[in-house]
């Protein structure tokens, strides 16, 4: 078995639990065309808080309808957009007039909704932009933000990035400290560049930032975007997905790949590039066949629902997961030597010593090629209807003239694939079956 690189916190629920719920939500859930809008269009504060900041008023919205739709569809944490690069803050923060208080929402939006997950056994992770296209003392680059073509020597003065490092952990301290226990902290972005242009860590004061971190919370979950070498716990790829489980400097890390249904976080009307519950489905089993976890993106509307397209998926994803949930939870990658069937992923569980095949295309015949298996399997089933699957029944010897691969067992499946969206095979091994 692989084992990662050792880092500061305690990963092991967050490897055990596989699948969390990303959830952008902000001011630009009104514009409803990416959740970089103010960047896309250069859109200066005047306008974007005239149209949007003074009508943001998600009337429908219900955190525990949220929090019931990710758990049924299988999801054991999220992470929420507390504030996102436009600079706009979900919670009732002391630092900022810019948040949802003032806005006709009137409320804190974000103390609602981690009692509502909380409430489902969903842990809590916070997302925080450290990138902050509203914030006075936030240096204008011209990297990104609405202001980055303009006269930018004119736009900064008085304006102090240090400052705003001070604000920014000023904003950390409050989350970790107002909303209980917070699991996962989740970092976005830096971008250094070698002439000085970008940001990153000394843009942050990332240092000091960790070190509060770890001082109020120990074993929070961080991420990886504070441009501060060794100090993530887990590394994130973002809408796409590795070719293999990842590795720093050679060395395999905890990983998990976050992604969207259709190309946007932030919810995004017209957007035509969803995603089936298929593909979501394939993706969550890529992932962890690969040692990784999957975080799944939900753009809720800005009157505060998830929209059909969301919840339909939401539901399918869920009704997979209800029957084959155990082929992800507490699964990692296959041990070496074990040799995936043509058109599958396999995922193993080191507790149960069982092994997951998960048949992305149904076999066309009614044989599966099993090598390297011969002699290392216990039992078989399906595991939506925990239907056996025959170790005795392989190919007759007048059938078998030109098969052969070492330990090749074949076994018989059933002609039509049951109706899921990825059926699962579930192999009881053999004690030390796969050790080498
Ligand atoms: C980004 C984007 C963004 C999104 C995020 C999620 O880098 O700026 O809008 O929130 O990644 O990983």
Redesign the pocket.
């Known amino acids: 078995m692989l084992t990662t690189k050792k880092t500061a916190a305690d990963t092991r629920w967050f490897t055990h639990d596989r699948f969390g719920m990303?959830i952008?939500w902000g001011l630009y859930s009104m514009a409803a065309r990416h959740?970089?809008v103010r960047h896309n269009e250069q859109i200066p504060n005047e306008v974007y808080d005239g149209k949007y900041f003074k009508r943001f008023d998600p009337d429908l919205y219900d955190p525990t309808a949220w929090a019931k739709a990710a758990s049924a569809a299988g999801m054991k944490y999220f992470v929420i957009?507390t504030k996102?690069?436009e600079g706009f803050c979900l919670w009732d923060t002391k630092l900022t007039d810019y948040k949802s208080t003032n806005t006709p929402a009137k409320r804190d939006l974000l103390r609602p909704m981690i009692d509502a997950f909380r409430k489902e056994g969903i842990r809590v992770g916070l997302?925080h932009s450290l990138?902050d296209w509203h914030h006075p003392d936030y240096v204008i680059d011209p990297h990104n933000g609405p202001y980055r073509e303009g006269d930018r020597a004119k736009l900064n003065q008085g304006r102090d990035q240090a400052r705003y490092a001070e604000y920014l952990r000023g904003q950390v301290r409050e989350l970790l400290t107002v909303f209980g226990d917070i699991d996962i902290l989740w970092f976005?972005?830096s971008y250094p560049k070698e002439d000085g242009s970008g940001k990153g860590r000394t843009d942050w004061q990332s240092e000091q930032l960790l070190k509060m971190i770890r001082e109020l919370r120990p074993d929070i979950i961080l991420n990886d975007r504070i441009d501060l070498p060794g100090s993530w716990d887990v590394k994130?790829p973002?809408q796409f997905q590795p070719r293999a489980w990842v590795t720093v400097d050679g060395e395999p890390v905890v990983w998990e790949a976050?992604q969207t249904f259709s190309g946007s976080?932030?919810y995004n009307r017209d957007e035509s590039s969803w995603r089936s519950a298929e593909q979501l489905v394939h993706m969550l089993i890529d992932t962890v066949s690969k040692g990784g976890n999957l975080l799944l993106n939900v753009g809720p509307t800005a009157r505060g629902e998830f929209d059909d397209r969301a919840l339909s998926r939401l539901s399918q994803v869920g009704a997979w997961m209800r029957r084959h949930s155990r082929s992800i939870y507490g699964c990692t990658q296959a041990p070496a030597g074990c040799i995936a069937p043509e058109g599958s992923r396999l995922t193993y569980n080191a507790e149960t010593n069982r092994l997951y095949i998960h048949l992305l295309a149904w076999p066309f015949l009614p044989h599966l090629h099993l090598e390297g298996f011969a002699g290392k399997i216990e039992y078989a089933q399906l595991l939506n209807d925990g239907s056996e699957i025959r170790l005795d029944k392989g190919l007759e010897a007048w059938m078998s003239h030109d098969t052969t691969a070492p330990g090749l067992l074949t076994v018989q499946v059933p002609i039509q694939k049951p109706e899921v969206t990825v059926p699962v095979i579930e192999l009881f091994l053999k004690d030390g079956a796969f050790t080498g």
Do not use: N
């Open positions: 990303f952008h959740e970089w957009t996102h690069h997302y990138i976005d972005f994130t973002e976050c976080w932030g």
